[in-house]
T-cell receptor, first 114, second 110 residues
Framework: NAGVTQTPKFQVLKTGQSMTLQCAQD?????MSWYRQDPGMGLRLIHY???????DQGEVPNGYNVSRSTTEDFPLRLLSAAPSQTSVYFC?????????????FGEGSRLTVL | DAKTTQPNSMESNEEEPVHLPCNHS???????IHWYRQLPSQGPEYVIH???SNVNNRMASLAIAEDRKSSTLILHRATLRDAAVYYC???????????FGQGTILTVHP
């Protein structure tokens, strides 16, 4: 199993550009989520999904869109990048109904917006 | 999620035990206690979880106070690779939507 795979690992954007961060998992997990981590800070939840076709907002959803057309994939779209979105983005997945189970994280995607 | 309180930082020497405390005085009877850690430049990784009894796995031990208002993550012999930020989390009913606080920065000295 590859686990949770994120691409790209690094990306530089100009203000106003759009892009998609990809996330894929091969563990058949129902739950997937996106977090962002700013320097010296904890992780903050952006969006999450409890299954294909179901998404919801987390703590900091503004400026981001998500969709979940398959169990495996959960892309994060930046509609019009702003310097405040410079951050490291982590995708995570888990079995939703196993409340004692563990959350698996990807290695992160480092985004810089100029 | 119930609130947790952890020290900002701790230090240890290599091959010595490390006890990382966490206070969670508002914990409910059904809240599990989860610990994650984040190594430098990596995503968080699961360490251990428990409900009432002490728990052991290959990475660490979790000691839970009898009143469940506090817990301690125990690394029996710290290695340099254990230097990380350690997060104590009580997911409650919102498992998956984990709230990561500041955690405890563990420094391990050779």
């Amino acid at each position: 199993n590859a686990g949770v795979t994120q691409t790209p690992k690094f990306q530089v954007l100009k203000t106003g550009q759009s892009m998609t961060l990809q996330c894929a998992q091969d563990m058949n997990h129902e739950y997937m989520s996106w977090y962002r981590q700013d320097p010296g800070m904890g992780l903050r939840l952006i969006h999450y999904s409890v299954g294909a076709g179901i998404t919801d907002q987390g703590e900091v959803p503004n400026g981001y869109n998500v969709s979940r057309s398959t169990t495996e994939d959960f892309p994060l779209r930046l509609l019009s990048a702003a310097p405040s979105q410079t951050s490291v983005y982590f995708c995570a997945s888990s079995y939703f109904y196993r409340t004692t189970g563990e959350l698996f994280f990807g290695e992160g995607s480092r985004l810089t917006v100029l | 999620d119930a609130k947790t309180t952890q020290p900002n930082s701790m230090e240890s020497n290599e091959e010595e035990p490390v006890h990382l405390p966490c206070n969670h005085s508002t914990i409910s009877g059904t809240d599990y206690i989860h610990w994650y850690r984040q190594l430098p430049s990596q995503g968080p990784e699961y360490v251990i979880h428990g409900l009432t009894s002490n728990v052991n796995n290959r990475m660490a031990s979790l000691a839970i106070a009898e009143d469940r208002k506090s817990s301690t993550l125990i690394l029996h012999r710290a290695t340099l690779r254990d230097a990380a930020v350690y997060y104590c989390i009580l997911p409650g009913t919102s498992y998956g939507k984990l709230t990561f606080g500041q955690g405890t920065i563990l420094t391990v000295h050779p």
